[in-house]
T-cell receptor, first 115, second 113 residues
Framework: DAGVIQSPRHEVTEMGQEVTLRCKPI?????LFWYRQTMMRGLELLIY????????DSGMPEDRFSAKMPNASFSTLKIQPSEPRDSAVYFC?????????????FGQGTRLTVV | AQSVTQLGSHVSVSEGALVLLRCNYS??????LFWYVQYPNQGLQLLLK??????LVKGINGFEAEFKKSETSFHLTKPSAHMSDAAEYFC???????????FGTGTRLLVSP
């Protein structure tokens, strides 16, 4: 299995532009997570999907952020409009079941720089 | 709310020396605890997890961790460090109905020849 696949690996954009990050979870996994990693705040859970349905989006910082999962093999995280403080590494992870004791498999991340 | 504290943002050891990375947790209910490793420009990889079975948990690459309820600790150890162990290590806790991992701030392990 290729693991969790994220694209792009790197994204540089100007403030005010729309940014879309993409994720393909491991085939058969029914839970998907988006995390953000920054020096200041460490790793934070942004949103969790189970069977394509958003279960907890309490970590989404503000209305500029939105996430979708139109099917079991694809998810997007969109930032519109982007701001310099959104610069971070964004990770997608997937797991089977999503229960608290199961392993989450992480993608390699998308490094976003907003200038 | 649950949380984890990792003591030491950087730990330096010599190759062949004992590795000890500290993690203390706070949780009002029995926790599930995890150690993840992150190599440069990579995602996180699970090293090991505690899910209320054996208190001594063995993981990949020769790492192990011991759950000590009385000390609210879950320290990560490896008897002999290897150069390839140089990475950032994250302790995480969860005890909710789903896998809402709460991560520590991470400890960067440096291994010198």
């Amino acid at each position: 299995d290729a693991g969790v696949i994220q694209s792009p690996r790197h994204e540089v954009t100007e403030m005010g532009q729309e940014v879309t990050l993409r994720c393909k979870p491991i085939s058969g996994h029914n839970s998907l997570f988006w995390y953000r990693q920054t020096m200041m705040r460490g790793l934070e859970l942004l949103i969790y999907f189970n069977n394509n349905v958003p279960i907890d989006d309490s970590g989404m910082p503000e209305d500029r952020f939105s996430a979708k999962m139109p099917n079991a093999s694809f998810s997007t995280l969109k930032i519109q409009p982007s701001e310099p403080r959104d610069s971070a590494v964004y990770f997608c992870a997937s797991s089977l079941g999503g229960q608290a004791n199961t392993e989450a498999f992480f993608g390699q991340g998308t490094r976003l720089t907003v200038v | 709310a649950q949380s984890v504290t990792q003591l030491g943002s950087h730990v330096s050891v010599s190759e062949g020396a004992l590795v000890l990375l500290r993690c203390n947790y706070s949780s009002s209910v029995p926790p599930y605890l995890f150690w993840y490793v992150q190599y440069p420009n990579q995602g996180l990889q699970l090293l090991l997890k505690y899910t209320s079975a054996a208190t001594l948990v063995k993981g990949i690459n020769g790492f192990e961790a011991e759950f000590k309820k009385s000390e609210t600790s879950f320290h990560l150890t490896k008897p002999s460090a290897h150069m390839s162990d140089a990475a950032e290590y994250f302790c995480a806790v969860t005890n909710t109905g789903f896998q809402k991992l709460v991560f520590g701030t991470g400890t960067r392990l440096l291994v010198s020849p």
